[in-house]
């Protein structure tokens, strides 16, 4: 069973946390409650899984109706940038809250705390380089026969630009200019696949999503079954999509998938503690993925100039 501490390591947060988890809800039921039958009750439940479904379902509609519709989409646009700005205003005060989190947990559990989470740092960075690495260059070689050596030089640039604002959604215009001029992919492909992935594909955020949910189920001392481990990984892909290309949104929708476990949330203080070295990587995987699969698509609809990639 995946166990980054070792038993003597684990200290247990004093905060109310289940003894075992509810052994009722299967990856099937999981599943299940991604559909909504009622959107309401769904927004009143706080179900976030089905309402992130209704959303995107939503926004496809309203896509493909825009021109019966007028400017509905603008205003939804303009009722995302108020609601960014809540974020923004709320999260302003999250140093004060982790700072309190924080106090309170080395009050109650010790300087150990620091010990964990250094912990988790070390092997968070460890797996998004690995999966940066590894990962990327696997299926650039099988999908494409690309060098990812060749890749991996020419997104440097882009990777240092996520990771210094910490938002794919900034660096979109750096990864288009990057992937068409550096990398041949054909404009067309690039314009679409790009912006599309900087908002929905997010490997490395569901990657820090899922280890801090083990992290945090660790910590309060609760073991997971495999099927819960299934249940993590899952509920890791479906937030990181839910999950805005802005600084610290994968924190933010980690809250569905401690809810859904019924993990205290208070324990997200520790994760937010030590988030924004963890967020400027992670950024950096991200954007490294949207344009490795930029190359796929162009591979696949052979509109990728590989002379331009070899270059
Ligand atoms: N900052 C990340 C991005 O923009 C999202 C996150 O994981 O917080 O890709």
Redesign the pocket.
């Known amino acids: 069973m995946l166990q980054y501490l070792s038993q003597e390591q684990v200290i247990h947060l004093d905060i109310a946390a289940p003894e075992k988890l509810p052994e009722g809800q299967s990856v099937y039921s999981t599943i299940l409650d991604i559909f909504p039958s009622n959107i309401i009750e769904a927004m009143a439940n706080n179900q976030m899984l089905a309402i992130v479904f209704f959303s995107i379902l939503f926004g496809l509609a309203l896509n493909k109706t825009n021109h019966l519709t007028g400017n509905l989409s603008e205003s939804f646009e303009k009722l995302n940038t108020v609601f960014m700005q809540l974020v923004l205003m709320i999260m302003s005060y999250a140093p004060i809250g982790v700072f309190c989190l924080i106090g309170k947990f080395v009050i109650t559990d010790g300087l150990d705390i620091f010990q964990e989470a250094f912990m988790y740092v070390v092997l968070l960075i460890s797996v998004l380089i690995f999966h940066a690495i590894v990962t990327y260059s696997i299926f650039l070689k099988i999908f494409t026969n690309l060098s990812p050596l060749v890749f991996f030089k020419k997104m440097r640039e882009t990777a240092i630009f996520?990771f210094s604002t910490?938002?794919?959604?900034a660096t979109i215009p750096v990864t288009l200019k990057t992937v068409t001029t550096d990398l041949g992919v054909n404009k067309n492909i690039a314009s679409f696949v790009i912006p599309v992935g900087?908002t929905i594909n997010?490997d490395?955020?569901a990657i820090?999503q899922g280890m801090a949910t083990v992290f945090i189920a660790q910590m309060s001392g609760i073991d997971l079954s495999i099927f819960q481990y299934m249940q993590v990984v899952l509920l890791a892909v479906v937030a990181?999509v839910g999950?805005?290309?802005?600084?610290?949104?994968?924190?933010i929708t980690l809250v569905i998938i401690l809810q859904q476990f019924g993990l205290p949330l208070e324990a997200i203080g520790i994760i937010l503690a030590v988030d924004r070295i963890l967020?400027m990587l992670?950024?950096s995987v991200?954007?490294t993925g949207d344009a490795a699969v930029a190359c796929i698509v162009a591979h696949s609809e052979s509109l990728l100039d590989k002379e331009i990639f070899d270059k």
């Open positions: 996520a910490s938002s794919s959604a900087a997010m490395g955020t820090m990181s999950a805005a290309a802005v600084p610290s949104a994968g924190t967020d992670r950024t991200n954007v």
